[in-house]
Every structure is written in structure tokens, then in C-alpha cells.
């Protein structure tokens, strides 16, 4: 009985040691990504077409929300923390990227706003708190004025 036990966890190590080696392999594919033209090249060397790179599809009845922020000259606003909500719920809060975009997880289709956290980013004012998306757009422009 011993002995069994001693051969049981030495079983169950070796199987949690090939899981971990199984999820820590590489998954990226044999089909590099020209960073310059966003598609993907075959590496067939009898074939010398390139494929573009599509994006996740988003599910039905889902959208993707994005909002822009940029100053007075068209420059963006980098990591300003915006959120995108409607009249009962909020999205995740995210913050602005090197273009001053913010763009969020697809949610149900709706009456969306978006407004900062904690407010106006430091150095700005903006002529509101809250901004409304059009009826049936999904992306928003907020232009900040700069303070003096």
C-alpha cells in the first residue's frame, strides 16, 4: 500500500510536469505579420500571395464602442481614463492609447454616453461633463480645450 501511494504521486507529478510543458508552448503561428501592410504572409515558397489579418468578430446584437480624445490642434490626449456608460449600467473604464483612443469590450447596442474619470483631465477643459454618441454611431471625438 505503501508502495502505492509513493508510485500514485509520483504519477501525478509527472502528469501536472507534461500539462505545464503542454501549456507553455509557443502557439503563435509559422506566418509572420508585415507590421507595415497589417496582412499575413504564407510562407509556401510556391505561393507569394499575402492575406490581410482580420480582427475578432464581434457577436450579434454587439457593438464596439470607441471614443477619441484629442486637444484644440488635433493631437491625441494619451492616458486619460474614460468610461462609456448608458442610463443603468457602465462599461469598464479604459484609458486613452498613443492616439487618444479609447476602445471597448463589444457591448449590448444602446444609448451611450461617455464621460472621465476621476473628471476633466489636468490642463484641459472640455464644454461638457458628459458627451452623447449620435443616434446609432459607435465612436465619439471629445475635443479638450488646453488651459493657460
Given at each position: 500500500m505503501k508502495q502505492?501511494?509513493?508510485l500514485f504521486a509520483l504519477m501525478l507529478a509527472l502528469m501536472l510536469v507534461v500539462c505545464l510543458c503542454a501549456c507553455g508552448q509557443d502557439t503563435q503561428t509559422d506566418k509572420p505579420t508585415d507590421p507595415?501592410?497589417?496582412t499575413t504572409q504564407t510562407t509556401d515558397p510556391t505561393k507569394s500571395t499575402t492575406q490581410p489579418t482580420t480582427e475578432p468578430a464581434?457577436?450579434?446584437?454587439?457593438?464596439q464602442y470607441k471614443v477619441k480624445v484629442v486637444d484644440e490642434a488635433g493631437n491625441p490626449v494619451v492616458g486619460v481614463m474614460v468610461q462609456v456608460c448608458?442610463?443603468?449600467?457602465?462599461?469598464?473604464?479604459?484609458?486613452?492609447?498613443?492616439?487618444?483612443?479609447?476602445t471597448f469590450a463589444p457591448a449590448a447596442e444602446g444609448e451611450y454616453h461617455a464621460n472621465f474619470l476621476p473628471g476633466v483631465p489636468a490642463g484641459y477643459e472640455a464644454d461638457a461633463e458628459v458627451f452623447y454618441f449620435a443616434e446609432g454611431e459607435t465612436?465619439?471625438?471629445?475635443?479638450?480645450?488646453?488651459?493657460a
Open positions: 502505492f501511494k509513493k507595415t501592410t497589417g464581434i457577436p450579434d446584437g454587439m457593438v448608458t442610463d443603468e449600467s457602465c462599461l469598464m473604464p479604459v484609458k486613452t492609447d498613443d492616439a487618444g483612443v479609447a465612436e465619439l471625438t471629445i475635443v479638450l480645450k488646453a488651459v
